[in-house]
């Protein structure tokens, strides 16, 4: 079950250059969760005490990078959090997304390249799962052609299921969960409220789904903050008022 943090927390709602990643169905390494599957939220104070626990793990290994490169959007928090253990003042960002009808079976690709020279340095990536791997694969045949002495990947979270096993990790997750960092709140509860509503259906039919399908126990108060926002963007259209409360429906 998810409880999400307080306001006070978070906002209102709260290797080597040779690796190979193999990139396939990630559906042949683990069951499809389907339409039902539990969340897990992690705190602000456990993000910082996992990046924590991977910068000690890097330092021990006796690694020293020359470059940080945090995966853009989930990597950008917890590599410069790592930056900041290892004393580390060069990090640049790449940006990679998924293509296709799902983000998690769709093809990665590069979206904002690198933009630094990187030939003959030892870089880090760093970012905040490994799930698929397929983003990896790309990413390092991509920093292959650019010629770095040594390249090694460092995760807050490493699931099993992935077709890439990272050179360092945090946590090790080996029975599948969806992990919502605190950077994504609002991001992932969108795409959950939007997944849930096949129907019109009131504030309190969509926080009773959310519970139901991925164990999200939410305050209303929260709830709405997110769905007046997911209205102003155009992904929700309130309807008349029913009964006792609001309708709403799926853009």
């Known amino acids: 079950m998810i409880t999400l943090p307080e306001v006070q927390n978070v906002p209102q ?21 389907g339409d039902k599957f539990k969340c897990y939220l992690v705190s602000w104070k456990e993000s910082y ?6 910068a000690r793990k890097i330092k021990s290994s006796g690694f020293r990078p020359d470059l940080v ?3 853009a959007r989930g990597g950008l928090v917890p590599a410069r959090v790592v930056c900041d253990f290892l004393l580390q003042k060069d990090l640049a960002a790449v940006k990679i997304e998924h293509w296709g009808i799902a983000a998690t ?45 040594e390249t090694r990947i ?30 994504a709140v609002y991001e992932d509860l969108t795409g959950f409220i939007i997944k849930v509503m096949t129907r019109p259906m009131t504030l309190s039919d969509i926080k009773k ?14 709830l709405l903050e997110i769905m007046n926002d997911m209205h102003a963007e155009g992904k929700l259209r309130k309807l008349e008022k029913g009964k006792k ?3 709403w429906v799926s853009e």
């Not at 005490?49 to 991977?54: I, Q, T």
Request: with cysteine.
């Open 154 to 183: 460092a995760v807050l979270h490493y699931k099993t299921c992935s077709t890439c096993i990272p050179d360092y990790w945090a946590e090790k997750q080996d029975k599948w969960e969806w992990i919502i960092y605190p950077w």
């Open 209 to 222: 789904a959310l519970m139901d399908n991925y164990s999200i126990k939410i305050s209303k108060k929260d």
């Open 105 to 149: 079976l769709g093809k990665a690709v590069i979206k904002f390249p690198l933009p630094v020279d990187i030939s003959g340095k030892k870089i880090l990536i760093v970012d905040d799962v490994v799930d698929t791997g397929d983003t990896y694969a790309v990413l390092m045949d991509y920093l292959k052609e650019k010629n770095p002495s």
């Open 13 to 33: 709602i709260q290797s080597n250059q040779e690796r190979i990643c193999i990139t396939i169905n990630h559906l042949q390494h683990m069951e499809k969760p």
């Open 49 to 54: 005490r996992l990046a924590k626990v991977l």
């Open 245 to 247: 409360e609001n309708l």
């Open 69 to 71: 490169i945090g995966i």
